[in-house]
């Protein structure tokens, strides 16, 4: 069923908070290199499902196999390996307040990944530069707009090297003239091939960016789309009304 190229397979996944059911039945292969854009109304189980995908959060029943190996949150002595391999990258960007750009992004490599200190700092120039930011590195976050702390977020992610990256409404907390900036630097992760699953409201950066769109509502996969057809011809009525809530 999974073919070589499959880098995570998520087969029945359900998943209940105080006896109510929240993701049911969840199925999916994701292939490396593809982005797929998981959409649904609020509270439908999106940021629930990318949390299982990494094991901040357990599941009730069903597995998820990262290359073929199965991810349990049961044990604990492999969950900090199996986020290095599965980045996350959250809507608050939560950096350390104290400590600078650089020393934000360069903390995990060091402390979790034991990597080299020349090597991570160069890795961190690089990605600093790549995503416009080389010339805040001294500076400290209450410095930086959202817009460019969500964009630290990211490097601060991409450094780990992950398999997989998991973006959870990365610009849903930040002022419009920010976003763009943010999500052309998702757009460039996507061309370069980065394995991304992903969770977004801005609709248009969905089609343009997605190679499938998983449309979640009441904790199910109630639809699953090249984006052209979810979003020119959505197969349910639940998604066509979804959809006419935006307007881009
Ligand atoms: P979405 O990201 O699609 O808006 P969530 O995955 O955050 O949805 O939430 C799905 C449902 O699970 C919601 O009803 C939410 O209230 C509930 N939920 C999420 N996290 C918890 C939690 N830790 N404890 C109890 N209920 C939760
Ligand atoms: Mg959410």
Redesign the pocket.
């Known amino acids: 069923m999974s073919n070589k190229d499959t880098i995570l397979t998520v087969e029945h996944l359900y998943k209940a908070?105080?006896g109510?059911s929240?993701?049911e039945d969840i199925n999916l292969e994701v292939q490396k290199g593809e982005v797929i854009v998981l959409v649904?109304?609020?509270?439908?189980?999106?940021?629930?499902?990318?949390?299982c995908l990494n094991a901040l959060?357990e599941t009730d029943e069903g597995r998820v196999l990262l290359d073929g190996e199965v991810i349990n949150p049961a044990e604990g002595k492999s969950l900090s390996h199996v986020r290095e391999r599965i980045g996350m990258v959250f809507q608050s960007y939560d950096l350390f307040p104290h400590k600078t750009i650089l020393d934000n992004i360069m903390l995990a490599p060091l402390k979790v990944q034991k990597r080299d200190k020349e090597g991570v700092k160069a890795e961190a120039i690089e990605l600093l530069e790549r995503v416009g930011l080389f010339s805040h590195k001294d500076k400290y976050p209450r410095q930086l707009s959202g817009g460019q702390k969500q964009r630290v977020a990211i490097v601060r992610a991409l450094i780990m090297h992950p398999e997989v990256l998991l973006l959870?409404?990365i610009t849903a907390a930040l002022d419009p003239e920010m976003v763009r900036e943010v999500l052309d630097v998702v757009l460039s992760l996507a061309k370069e091939g980065r394995t991304m699953v992903m969770?977004t409201h801005e609709m248009a950066f969905a089609r343009a960016v997605a190679d499938r769109i998983i449309f979640?509502d009441g904790?199910k996969v109630v639809e699953e789309a090249a984006p052209d057809e979810f979003f020119d011809a959505p197969r349910t009525e639940r998604a066509a009304r979804f959809l006419k809530t935006f307007s881009f």
């Open positions: 908070f105080d109510t929240v993701l649904g109304p609020s509270g439908c189980g999106k940021s629930t499902f990318l949390r959060e959870d409404e969770v979640i904790g």
